[in-house]
């Protein structure tokens, strides 16, 4: 499909509007939100991830794609949260800290609320603390973790040692996602689920709260 092509290089270049725009045809023509999400944007930030790895893209470039990205998800989140599914659990996420990434993160967040669960969103740059004093505030059935680079995922040990400490790890599940880790490494930290995207992360969840 040309205009998706089209998706993908406004994303490379950081074109907001554009991206706006584009979600908005390709839902008008009856493309499902989700198919838009997967095949238009996360495709195209995929290609932008590899040519910053490739040295092709630097910072300053992949936040304005970041920026982008994030213009057209806010478009399709209202419309993957309002299935009307019936309230299945309460969920809170963060990216852990030292990492700000949080595009993923956000991603389960609209996915998990789309399927029915409320989902309390703590941000990026999380300490310990946060998490803490989220699951005291919220007393989430699930709580998630995001890391995108492979110097802040052992953090999650950090959060998940605390919870054990505290004697709280057992009454959560705990659920940790991001592109650097596996399914080794979630067993490793002592996670309940390592879920590879945000479709993965909806089934692990509903599987587990069964
Ligand atoms: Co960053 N960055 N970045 N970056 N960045 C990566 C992660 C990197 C792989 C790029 C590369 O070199 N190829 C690399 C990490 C290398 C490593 O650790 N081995 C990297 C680097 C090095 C850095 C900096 C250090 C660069 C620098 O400053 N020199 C810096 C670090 C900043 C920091 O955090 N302290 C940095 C900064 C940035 C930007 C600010 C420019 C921007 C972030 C903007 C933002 O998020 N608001 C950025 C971006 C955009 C990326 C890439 C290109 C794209 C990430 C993304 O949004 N993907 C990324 C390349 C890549 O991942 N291949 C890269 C789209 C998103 C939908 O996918 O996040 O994987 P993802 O989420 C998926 C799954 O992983 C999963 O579900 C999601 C949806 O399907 N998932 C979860 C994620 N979290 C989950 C939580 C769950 C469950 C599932 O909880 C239950």
């Not at 584009?22 to 195209?44: C, F, N, S």
């Not at 852990?96 to 990026?124: P, Q, R, S, T, Y």
């Not at 709580?143 to 953090?155: C, D, F, H, N, R």
Request: a negative charge; charged letters at 25%; glycine letters at 10%.
């Amino acid at each position: 499909d040309e205009l998706v092509q089209q998706v993908h290089d406004d994303l490379y270049d950081g074109l907001k509007e554009e991206i706006e725009e584009a979600t908005h045809i390709l839902l008008e023509r009856g493309w499902a939100p989700y198919d838009v999400l997967t095949k238009a944007l996360v495709e195209g930030m995929r290609i932008v991830g590899e040519d910053f790895r490739d040295g092709i893209l630097f910072v300053p470039e992949v936040l304005l794609s970041a920026n982008a990205m994030k213009a057209g998800m806010s478009i399709l989140r209202p419309l993957l949260a309002e299935t009307g599914a019936p309230k299945l659990g309460k969920m809170v996420i963060g990216t852990v800290k030292g990492d700000i990434h949080d595009i993923g993160k956000n991603l389960v967040g609209m996915m998990m609320e789309g399927a029915g669960f409320d989902v309390v969103d703590i941000g990026i740059n999380n300490p310990v603390e946060n998490y803490l004093q989220a699951i005291e505030d919220h007393e989430p059935d699930i709580l998630g973790m995001s890391a995108l680079l492979t110097t802040t995922m052992p953090y999650m040990k950090v959060v998940i040692d605390t919870l054990k400490e505290k004697g709280l790890r057992d009454q959560h599940i705990v659920l940790v996602g991001g592109a650097p880790l596996n399914e080794e490494f979630g067993m490793a930290v002592g996670a309940d689920a390592y879920c590879r995207d945000a479709a993965v992360t909806v089934e692990t969840a509903k599987d587990l709260l069964k």
